[in-house]
């Protein structure tokens, strides 16, 4: 009994050891994010990067831009990465935010049926496109859910004059890239994507869609990254979430960005931190 006892007393004791403060723990951190960067793969190629470098490991909640920023101002995360740039600098402004920068940029696409019932492969506009789905009722489907993409969306629909929601041929889908690229691809829709997550799933997912409309100046996609503020929260690693966003900004982390090219050798994001 004493024996037995005795080795109790010594498991407790490693047990103990191990579990302390400081003996073992890796650093971590929490990064908000939108799909996109998750979908596409880039997380699994940089962060691998960051954490042998650095001993920090990063944490990712992708949600999408909206999700992410209120995330964020919750002090739910320690840095925030997305694309939006307007509601992010107005979170900045806010008081939530600091230290933002621009990271990398790709763009969107409007994705359709292969064979475009519509017909609006090769138009330039893609507000004129927008107009032209609304107008004939086309079924489109919508990540409908306060993201980066859905925010750039609206912005196109407000081009046109026309308000979709409500109308039959609008789905809502409240899912992130992926799954809406999917739902699209089952209702025979037409959709909003941005071109890393298109590039990097379409394969994966099978899905019978091609790009119809492209290379307008307004479907530019930047993304950002910035740091929740420690002045509002407390608790959150800013030291660590600063060290994450200096090594994404700096010639190491822009090269690793540049790097990341999907299966056919196609660069998913051009990283543009100045």
């Known amino acids: 009994m004493q024996e037995m006892t005795i080795k109790i007393a010594a498991l407790t004791l490693l047990l103990a050891g191990l579990a302390a403060p400081g003996a073992s723990a890796q650093t ?27 001993g920090i490991k990063v944490d990712v909640v992708a949600v999408g831009t909206g999700a992410s920023i209120e995330i964020g101002k919750r002090g739910d995360a320690d840095v925030v990465m997305v694309h939006a740039q307007e509601l992010e600098l107005k979170a900045v402004n806010e ?54 993409t859905h925010t750039m969306e ?19 889908a409240g899912q992130g890239m992926e799954k809406t690229q999917r739902i699209a691809n089952e209702k025979r829709a037409y959709t909003l994507t941005d071109r890393g997550t298109w590039l990097a799933t379409k394969d994966k997912d099978k899905l019978e869609m091609i790009i119809v409309v492209e290379g307008d100046p307004a479907l530019f996609n930047q993304y950002g990254v910035m740091a929740v503020n420690p002045e509002k929260h407390k608790h959150v690693k800013y030291q660590e979430a ?16 540049g790097a990341f090219k999907d299966k056919h050798g196609n660069t998913l994001f051009t990283p543009n931190a100045k």
Not at 29 to 52: H, M, V, W
Not at 154 to 169: E, V
């Open 154 to 172: 609206l912005a196109l629909w407000k081009k046109t004059g026309l308000d979709p929601k409500g109308q039959k041929w609008y789905l809502e």
């Open 95 to 148: 008081g939530h935010f600091v230290h933002r920068h621009d990271l990398m940029y790709n763009d969107f696409v409007i994705i359709g049926p292969t064979d475009d019932p519509l017909k609006i492969k090769g138009l330039k506009s893609a507000a004129e496109a927008f107009k032209k789905i609304g107008e004939q009722g086309a079924v489109f489907a919508s990540r409908g859910d306060k993201s980066g």
């Open 242 to 257: 600063m060290t994450f966003i200096n090594w994404l900004i700096s010639p190491e982390g822009q090269q690793a960005i």
């Open 28 to 54: 971590r951190i929490r990064c908000a994010s939108t799909t996109s960067t998750q979908n596409s793969g880039l997380f699994d190629y940089l962060l691998p990067i960051f954490e042998k470098k650095t």
